[in-house]
């Protein structure tokens, strides 16, 4: 069965994370042909991007079951304790993890691991925010930048291959501002901010406007990326010999 990424993870223009999902789900799509063979998607979740996964032989989502979120009607296949990935030594040929390092508390524990279970030479694509806001709180842990991941990822066996940003200056600022106002000045508005014509059809109609006089601007103004909503990296495992 073939699943389409559905439309909170690949957005249109008037949803109010039009800029950083519709950037993360470009920069995904453009690195997922790296991966192949058994795939773990590490801190899967709904898998949201699996459908972007054609060329993998096999697609194993695994979990923690703990606060942040509840995983009811998600796709996890295996759930695990935190700490030990329950699969043998080089298992995998692949990993792929989607803004779940930021949740890892224990991440000179979890590194190690999934270094364990992936085969030498195998591929791993992670995503995390570098800017972004608290979420699935008390379970949000950490911010990283490029450097603070190549050197966690070169510590525990692994070379990193390329880093990418997703966003720039401009729609890491634009972002949040569109967030502010969908999420917390209209819905303060006295009585209006919680009729339902108005949850549903203006403030979207709001929001569309925004992004698109946004998405204007940004086709001229300079795009710095000093300021950037996510990280990408993809590295590989070293090899024994290495």
Known sequence: MINIVSKEFNPGLSKTFFFIRKALYE?????VP????RLLDFGCGSKPYQSLFTNVSEYIGLDYNGEGHSHANEHVDVFYDGKVIPFENEYFDSIFSSEVFEHLFNIDEILPELNRVLKPGGMILVTCPFVWNEHEVPVDFAR????????????YGFT???HDKAGDYLSTVYQLRV?????YLLPSIPVLGKMKFFVTNIRPLIVLLMNIWFSFWHRILPKPKELYLNNILLATKNKRDE
């Open 27 to 31: 920069k995904i799509k453009s690195y």
């Open 34 to 37: 790296a991966l192949h063979g």
């Open 144 to 155: 990283y930048t490029r450097f603070a991941l190549q050197h966690l990822f070169e510590k």
């Open 160 to 162: 990193v291959l390329q």
């Open 179 to 183: 967030q502010y106002v969908s999420e």
